[in-house]
């Protein structure tokens, strides 16, 4: 795994966030959005009712439910919502295979009720169970002993993740920070690594789109965008992550500059999980009201 797929999930970030500058400074904007937002449905720490009345003490307009491979969090969000009067956008955020990695498409406006989509995600969530214990059995081989039983117990009704198994080594004192779990042990390319059997990228386009939902490529990487970017318009990608914490100004500028000149949707938010090594990350990106709008009418076309 890549540093910045680390930061990604939003636990212990390597830069201090509050120090970063954002293209979109928080306080100044009304009628703005966080479209990437995590709850303990899959490895955020907060209930969904929670994750909404933070979204109010920031004054945001609208919110995305983004969970890892689940939309189970999603219902009670828009019950929240309701009552909060915050717009919540149903999502999610696929994990889909790369060459040496992964990689995560956010998808927004899912039909939670399409069954073909929920199937696929029923079938996610056991891969992703057998992996945990594929990786715990690798820690067991290097005498670090994971019980099994109880680290499913940690992770709860969550998707698993390899972020569960390092709360988890860091809660047994195994680890001395979250962090070092993935630099020493579950990061890519350490001993206790396994690849997680998720989706192809077509299928999770795909998936996405067949449940009325748009798909956006999150958090891209600088390295690689300009390589995978149009394979992936091919396949029905519409979007980019323009904005999140782990970019500054510049990058933030630089896909920007990529999403115009592929015409694709911009959308952005703090990817927040419930704790940052400050405070939560929820608000320290806001997305202007006006790409919801047009995130809406493009899942509106898709849904025709
Ligand atoms: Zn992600
Ligand atoms: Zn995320």
Redesign the pocket.
């Known amino acids: 795994m890549s540093a910045s797929q680390a930061e ?2 939003g636990f212990e970030p390597r830069l201090p966030l509050l120090k970063r500058e954002y293209f979109f400074q928080p306080f100044m904007l009304k009628n703005s959005a966080d479209l990437h937002l995590h709850t303990f449905f899959s490895d955020g720490f907060l209930s969904p009712a929670v994750v909404l009345k933070n979204a109010h003490r920031q004054s945001l307009k609208a919110v995305a439910i983004t969970d890892h491979d689940t939309i189970d969090g999603v219902a009670d969000a828009i019950d929240e919502g309701h009552r909060l009067g915050i717009d919540v956008i149903p999502g999610i ?1 696929l994990t889909a295979s790369t060459n040496s990695d992964e990689m ?1 498409i956010l998808g927004y406006f899912i039909n939670c009720e399409d069954i073909v989509f929920r199937k696929a995600l029923g079938k996610a969530k056991t891969k992703r169970r057998i992996r945990l214990k594929k990786m715990a059995l690798k820690l067991a081989a290097i005498n670090i002993k994971v019980d099994f039983e109880s680290l499913i117990k940690f992770v709860g009704q969550g998707v698993p993740s390899r972020l569960h198994l390092a709360h988890f080594l860091y809660s047994k004192k195994l680890v001395s920070t979250v962090h070092e779990s993935f630099e020493k042990y579950i990061g890519f390319d350490k001993p206790a690594y396994e690849k997680v059997d998720a989706f192809q990228q077509q299928e999770a386009i795909e998936l996405i789109l067949s449940a009325g939902g748009v798909p956006i490529l ?2 891209p990487d600088r390295q690689n965008i300009e390589n995978i970017i149009q394979p992936l318009i091919s396949m029905g990608l519409r979007g980019l992550e323009v904005y999140h914490p782990k970019f500054d100004e510049m990058e933030s500028a630089y896909f920007l500059s990529i999403a115009k000149k592929y015409n694709l949707l911009i959308t952005g938010g703090s ?1 927040c999980h419930g704790k940052g090594r400050f405070s939560p990350l929820i608000g320290k990106v806001k997305l202007p009201y006006e790409h919801v709008i047009k995130l809406k009418e493009c899942a509106t076309a898709i849904q025709v």
Do not use: F, K, V
Request: hydrophobic fraction near 15%.
């Open positions: 990604c999930r955020e995560h999150a958090h990817d």
